[in-house]
Nanobody, 124 residues
Framework: QVQLVESGGGLVQAGGSLRLSCAAS????????VAWFRQAPGKEREFVTAINWSGGTTYYADSVKGRFTCSRDNAKNTVYLQMNSLKPEDTAVYYC?????????????????WGRGTQVTVSS
């Protein structure tokens, strides 16, 4: 089992960029698919992107495709979310989570535990 900590959020103007990090503890991190989710005030948590164990496969929600890039460095036990061309509607708390199964990793309901997340605020 892995424990994850998100960081890198902040306040940015529309059109700007941020890079989020998801740092993991646990020797088996490289076996896990990792997904990013976000939750805006008053809304349900939604899927953003996922990356498989090797980093060779990624999947994006339509709302972020072409603007966000997910990558990982298994040697550093870290997954990154590069967010470019940010929009006010990207404002949310961003969370990462991990699952051994690629198809489950993208489902918010697959997880019983969530970390504190990192706040991203995009001003117009």
């Amino acid at each position: 089992q892995v424990q994850l900590v998100e960081s890198g959020g902040g306040l940015v103007q529309a059109g700007g960029s941020l890079r989020l990090s998801c740092a993991a503890s646990g020797r088996t991190f490289s076996s896990y698919a990792v997904a990013w989710f976000r939750q805006a005030p008053g809304k349900e948590r939604e899927f953003v992107t996922a990356i498989n164990w090797s980093g060779g496969t990624t999947y994006y929600a339509d709302s972020v495709k072409g603007r966000f890039t997910c990558s990982r460095d298994n040697a550093k036990n870290t997954v990154y979310l590069q967010m470019n061309s940010l929009k006010p509607e990207d404002t949310a708390v961003y969370y990462c989570n991990a699952d051994l199964t690629w198809t489950r990793a993208r489902l918010p309901e697959a997880y019983d535990y969530w970390g504190r997340g990192t706040q991203v605020t995009v001003s117009s």
